[in-house]
């Protein structure tokens, strides 16, 4: 299933337990918006492990997705503002062991991501991530990179 992503339009959802509901939000936006095959899915596992963070710590929020031409964004709004920039500095090994830290997720993140930026400047964190797109030699279309 895909979302008609025509340009200008945003979804905007909430993060609660229900991730299953979120990804699926997600893929069918990401399909929309002109993803597939590996990007559509790091965007996915991105969303999800963001999302999971937030309701990790006890916060709560909301998941905003838009595209333009250069890409599609994601915008993890924590409403409590636990996430911090201490999670993007992270070693670039995290211990894999999930017991361990907080490191994988934001590792991962890292990996996935074209772009990721967090700014907690007025007591709520955003966490922005981007997936660029790449054009076509005759550029006509946007394709995943």
Not at 107 to 127: A, F, K, V
């Amino acid at each position: 299933m895909a979302i008609d992503v025509a340009s200008g339009f945003r979804l905007e959802w909430p993060i609660t337990e229900d991730l299953v509901t979120l990804r699926a939000a997600v893929r069918a936006f990401g399909t929309g918006a002109g993803l597939a095959d590996r990007r559509l899915t790091d965007l996915v596992i991105a969303a999800s492990e963001a999302a999971a963070k937030v309701l990790e710590h006890g916060g709560h929020g909301f998941l905003i997705a838009w595209s333009d031409p250069g890409g599609v964004s994601l915008e993890i709004v924590d409403a409590t503002g636990v996430l911090t920039m201490a999670y993007l500095t992270v070693d670039p090994d995290p211990d894999p062991d999930p017991l361990a830290g907080r490191g994988v997720a934001f590792w991962l993140m890292r990996q996935l991501c074209d772009e990721i930026s967090l700014d907690g400047s007025d007591g709520i964190t955003r966490l922005h991530l981007r997936f660029h797109y790449r054009v076509r030699r005759n550029g006509d279309r946007r394709l995943p990179v």
